[in-house]
């Protein structure tokens, strides 16, 4: 076997095998059992508790879940804008990095806050450390807390017989901080920096370099950040070329290692799933649906950066190694294209190549990953993706088959399967609508075009398809959560920054309210007892019928769009 192939084998295989440990650990911290770290962190969760005057133990509906969410969320916007907006004269700004503009420190703040993590700005030029640490880093934790909180809500509902009592936000949200985020992005930070990874609170270390030419290298508190970037599917770069960098990412094995913590939660939340509802078929089935979808975008990727530019290839330059261009030799083109895949169909979005000098095939796979948007997903918030899809399967299958359509137990009716398809809905009605407005304004240079950026045309770097698939790639990777970019595009001007900013704002809520809202409605109903003419779900033949559902949806939604950007680029270069 191909080295490369047999690297992203073991990659994925070790995620597997870390993550069904790692679920049944978290199933029990939610089911509220014992486990070995509680010496550690019961005194450390009390004492938070007893500060802040919340009693962990008393029992919230879905709708105290939700006001709680939101509530915590906004004081938390508020905290992270007034230090973006001040980090120029606040302390731990060793380089003088300057304070952000309202536009650029609001479609950061936002996208931080909601687990997006889409930068307009360079890391090591545009944020202080504060900004970096008690701004950026803090909603790492804290963005991610708040979307497995979510979905520990979700797993309550889906538990329950009959109930309105769904567990503590507060609970669930603080030991998905303390007891899974923090151990596995501390550990993961201290093989980071005994491989390179720079942690320190100075300023930047001037060099001279062999060829005599002087240079001053950013550094900083880097591995923390890096560690809690990829565990919790956050992505947001430390450095601007973000896990391209040498020293994000300086050699195979933390790039391997980085590789396996962008999707090692959200596979655990699947088998933790499973515990925590004593359904392992269930788990299996969501599992297997999201593993299919996951190897049907990686295969083809992977071949095509392997296989090389045919553009390039056809001016005579050797690609024995693949489409190398934007990529690091170190990781190489294998390599490179499985973690494209695996951090766009997670909400991650962090890059180890250009994602502009991806082959158009490659590209295109990567947003219909985003456009999917629930083949593993993000920390607790990919499940719930997930769990839209599957009560719309269970609608259409009770349909197909003339039986009340039944989910666990609770029968599945108007109300969820309206909240479902408002949801479902959503994801393509932000990302097309966002594109289309970009591309008049680029096409015909208006007048509010102009407002916003001087001339709409200067977005571009590319024209033509590619250009289309800047745009498109943006909005997709907005509306996704997931913060990855065509560096092709200019996005740091107010246009972007404000419509971005708002696309986050709804498709990172609407998606948490709408399952939240499903599951509190499907728990508060009558449990009905299975029989022969239950509808099973935790069959293949019910997973098929899921990816189905997906497959027609995204196929009807996006692939109009695709076809103008990446697959038309693409069959103009094959032609």
Not at 283 to 290: D, K, Q, R, S, T
Request: proline residues 4%; contains cysteine; neutral net charge.
């Amino acid at each position: 076997m191909n080295t490369e192939i047999l690297g992203i084998v073991v990659m994925f295989f070790m995620t597997v095998v870390l993550a069904v440990p790692l679920g049944k650990y978290i199933a029990k911290i939610y089911a509220g059992e014992q486990t070995f770290l509680d010496p550690i962190f019961n005194p450390i969760e009390h004492f938070f508790f007893k500060i802040s005057g919340i009693d962990p133990s008393e029992e919230m509906n879905w709708k105290q879940h939700l006001y709680a969410l939101l509530t915590i969320n906004l004081l938390w916007f508020f905290l992270c804008f007034f230090i973006l907006m001040n980090q120029g004269w606040l302390p731990l700004n060793p380089d003088k990095n300057p304070s952000m503009s309202p536009d650029l420190a609001f479609n950061t703040t936002i996208s931080f806050l909601v687990n997006c993590d889409l930068q307009s700005y360079s890391g090591e030029t545009g944020i202080s450390y504060l900004g970096q640490i008690a701004g950026l880093m803090f909603f790492m934790f804290v963005s991610a807390g708040t979307g497995m909180a979510a979905c520990a809500m979700v797993f309550n509902a889906m538990k329950e017989r009959q109930t309105e009592q769904l567990g503590n936000f507060y609970n669930y949200f603080l030991k998905s901080c303390t007891r899974v985020l923090f151990p596995i992005s501390f550990i993961a930070a201290i093989v980071l920096i005994f491989n390179g990874v720079p942690m320190t609170w100075e300023g930047k270390a001037h060099h001279t370099s062999l060829q005599g030419t002087s240079m001053d290298v950013s550094r900083g508190p880097a591995a923390a950040f890096i560690a809690i970037k990829q565990c919790a599917t956050n992505g947001g770069g430390f450095f601007g070329t973000n896990s391209a960098h040498p020293l994000e990412n300086p050699t195979y094995l933390t790039n391997a290692v980085e590789c396996i913590l962008i999707f090692l939660i959200p596979i655990a939340m699947v088998f933790a799933l499973g515990h925590y509802l004593s359904r392992k078929k269930l788990a299996w089935m969501v599992l297997g649906v999201m593993t299919i979808g996951f190897i049907i975008l990686v295969v083809p990727a992977v071949v095509q950066e392997m296989k090389g530019n045919s553009a390039i290839t056809s001016m005579g330059i050797d690609q024995t190694r693949g489409s190398m261009e934007g990529k690091e030799t170190r990781i190489g083109s294998a390599a490179s294209g499985f973690w494209t895949i695996v951090t766009t169909v997670t909400s991650n979005g962090s890059a180890n190549c250009m994602l502009d000098s991806l082959t158009p095939l490659t590209g295109g796979l990567a947003m219909l990953g985003m456009m999917i948007n629930s083949l593993y997903g993000g920390v607790g918030v990919g499940f719930l993706n997930f769990y839209v899809f599957i009560i719309l399967a269970v609608f259409i299958s009770g349909l197909m088959v003339g039986r009340t359509p039944e989910f666990l137990g609770k029968k599945v009716e108007a109300r969820e399967v309206k909240i479902a398809a408002i949801v479902a809905i959503l994801h393509p009605l932000m990302i097309l609508t966002g594109t289309a407005l970009a591309s008049y304004f680029t096409a015909h240079d208006t007048a509010m075009g102009y407002w916003f950026n001087g001339k709409a045309s200067g977005w571009l770097g590319n024209p033509g398809y590619h250009g289309f698939s800047e745009m498109l790639y943006q909005f997709t990777s907005s509306a996704a959560n997931n913060g990855s970019g065509f560096a092709g595009l200019s996005a740091n001007n107010p246009f972007w920054n404000i419509s971005t900013g708002i696309i986050m704002i709804f498709t990172r809520y609407i998606p948490i309210i709408g399952p939240l809202a499903i599951a509190g409605l499907l728990a508060q109903k009558k449990y009905i007892p299975e029989s022969s003419g239950t509808l099973q779900t935790d069959t293949s033949i019910f997973g098929t019928m899921v990816f189905v559902v997906i497959l027609i949806i995204a196929a009807l939604s996006f692939f109009p769009a695709l076809a103008l950007g990446p697959f038309a680029e693409y069959f103009t270069l094959i032609s």
